[in-house]
């Protein structure tokens, strides 16, 4: 029933809206974070669905484990802070709860929806001179029914993922079609085989590629033209070499513009 991020400072409760006053024993950053509100209200506890206004039982994570005040076991994990003595979940009514640690915002809201009676389980951080949200205890059969409820919520998710996958496949298939096609239009003798290919690369989902750029998407003359540009000036020319071998860039551009132009030509295309 401990888990958890580990052991914490702290002891105080809060049944409702309100909380005890400094409890014996407890650390002077503990007194110092209750007087500074040790954020109740400020931090709220409304994660999982429950309103900062709501009436909350608080369960603590001391940062060092104490015996019941009543049966005198332990040390404990978990303690409940009531009348102004430190008691373990067992003699506070809370043995059957199970713990679930924050982290799964929708597990949590549901888990709490399902439960009748839930706590929030907080520890002090000395840091922040308050207390921090750790988890909920809630009853087993409603963490089990909320896990099977998220469990159909991520199949459905996943299927939907799978159905958006498809679509937008199916959509980045026409959409390089009709790409090939506006480049063998505005090339009429630019091979077939090339044009798809130009037109695959330059279409790309989430490239950041001249196709995927708004007048690409448009089917713009001159996105498409550059695409096959500078198709051409990687696949014809030796500018990759060039700029490899260190030449500047607008330096590589210049020697090879001669077969960029000559190829664009050759298939077709009207002049720049």
């Not at 407890?26 to 209750?34: F, I, K, S, V």
């Not at 033209?225 to 014809?236: I, N, P, T």
Request: net charge positive; proline share 5%.
């Amino acid at each position: 029933m401990g888990g958890g991020s580990g052991p914490v400072a702290g002891m105080t409760v809060r049944s409702g809206c309100g909380h005890d006053g400094p409890a014996a024993g407890m650390t002077a950053d503990e007194t110092r974070g209750q007087r500074a509100g040790a954020g109740w209200g400020a931090e709220g506890w409304g994660d999982g669905g429950l309103r900062r206004s709501a009436p909350v039982l608080l369960v603590i994570q001391p940062i060092t484990r104490r015996l019941c005040a009543e049966c005198r076991s332990g040390p404990r994990s978990l303690l409940v802070w009531e009348e102004g003595a430190p008691r373990c979940l067992d003699c506070a009514d809370l043995g059957h709860l199970v713990f679930l640690p924050r982290g799964h915002s929708a597990l949590t809201r549901r888990s709490r929806e399902e439960s009748g009676l839930s706590a929030v389980v907080v520890r002090f951080n000395r840091r922040k001179s308050r207390y921090e949200r750790q988890g909920v205890l809630v009853e087993e059969a409603a963490l089990a029914l909320a896990e099977e409820r998220c469990l159909a919520d991520a199949e459905a998710r996943r299927r939907r993922r799978v159905r958006d996958a498809r679509r937008r496949a199916a959509e980045d298939v026409r959409f390089t079609d009709a790409f090939a096609r506006e480049i063998r239009r505005l090339y009429p003798r630019c091979p077939a085989e090339r044009a798809l290919a130009i037109a695959a690369h330059a279409s790309l989902r989430g490239s950041g590629r001249v196709g995927r750029s708004a007048a690409g998407r448009a089917l713009s003359g001159t996105a498409v033209a550059s695409a096959v540009r500078a198709s051409v000036r990687h696949k014809e020319t030796p500018y990759d070499r060039l700029l490899m071998s260190g030449v500047p860039r607008h330096e590589a551009r210049r020697r090879i513009a001669g077969v960029v132009e000559a190829t664009l030509r050759e298939w077709g295309g009207a002049p720049p």
